[in-house]
């Protein structure tokens, strides 16, 4: 289920269906991400003073539905260009944008609000007021992301990227490393990725994973404790760790996710 980008044997990631995508993965957030475990961990902080950035966020404005409330600044980053229009596209209004109206309603009664059309504008909108900017970023380089939003942030989110990035924990242990300059100390590092299999199994990677109309690259298939692991190596505490099983209709796969909230030190 992870990975924002294709390549069409070219090295050409541009061909990636990002309204597809959505469509269908993201039409019900609630079946992919644990949302409970994001809002639980946002209500911790007293204020919305929060920078915060998504790292490798595709086409997908999850986390700053559900960190909007506790977020001043607000950067979204992407390696695809698909990705980043297609963030643009919402945050202009485009009618031809990917709606997130429905998410928005269902994390908004997770939150214990009620989720009435008038809560969802109001969060719509600061979603956009927040939304400094949606930037060029890639993980495999020594330039992570655009000049000017090298952070650090207090929070950074990385969800469905590293696992498809990467194809070996080690591999991926070292990105952590790297990205972590990108968070202030004693900022979180929010980390989600799938294909979480048993501990008693040997991690790898699973390649050419259809969806939405393409090929993946592939995902790196790892027991959860092994993200642990890569926070600690890394000088992180790990503050908690949510583990869920999930079935995608859509997709007709059975698979499990796992979000690893780092602290730095």
């Known amino acids: 289920m992870s990975a924002a980008v294709i390549d069409d044997g070219r090295g050409n990631y541009d061909l990636f269906d990002s309204q597809g995508y959505l469509f269908k993965l993201f039409t019900d957030v609630t079946v992919v991400q644990d949302v409970a475990a994001h809002v639980e961990f946002f209500c911790q902080f007293p ?68 989720g009435t059309d008038e809560e969802v504008l109001r969060r719509e909108d600061r979603m956009r007021r927040i939304l400094e900017a949606v930037v060029y970023c890639d993980a495999k380089s020594d330039k992570m992301i655009a000049d000017g939003y090298e952070g650090p942030y207090d929070v950074v989110t990385c969800s469905f990227c590293l696992d498809c990035v990467f194809q070996t924990v080690e591999a991926l242990t070292e990105a952590i490393g790297r990205l972590s300059a990108l968070v202030k100390p004693g900022g979180y590092f929010v980390l989600t990725v799938s294909g979480i299999i048993d501990d008693n199994e040997t991690p790898y990677f699973y390649d050419q994973v259809p969806v939405a109309g393409f090929k993946y690259d592939g995902y790196l298939l790892a027991p959860a404790r092994c993200y642990v692991d890569a926070f600690k190596a890394n000088g992180y505490a790990v503050t908690r760790q949510v583990v869920r099983p999930y079935h995608h209709p859509n997709l007709d796969v059975d698979d499990a996710i796992a979000i690893t909230f780092g602290k730095k030190s």
């Open 47 to 114: 204020d919305n003073s929060l920078t915060m950035l998504d790292y490798g966020g595709g086409p997908n404005v999850f986390s700053l539905i559900v960190g909007a409330e506790k977020v001043a600044r607000y950067v979204h980053s992407d390696y695809t260009k698909n990705n980043r229009d297609e963030v643009e596209k919402w945050r202009n209004m485009d009618p031809k944008a990917f709606s997130w109206k429905d998410n928005v309603r269902r994390i908004l009664k997770l939150e214990g609000k009620d």
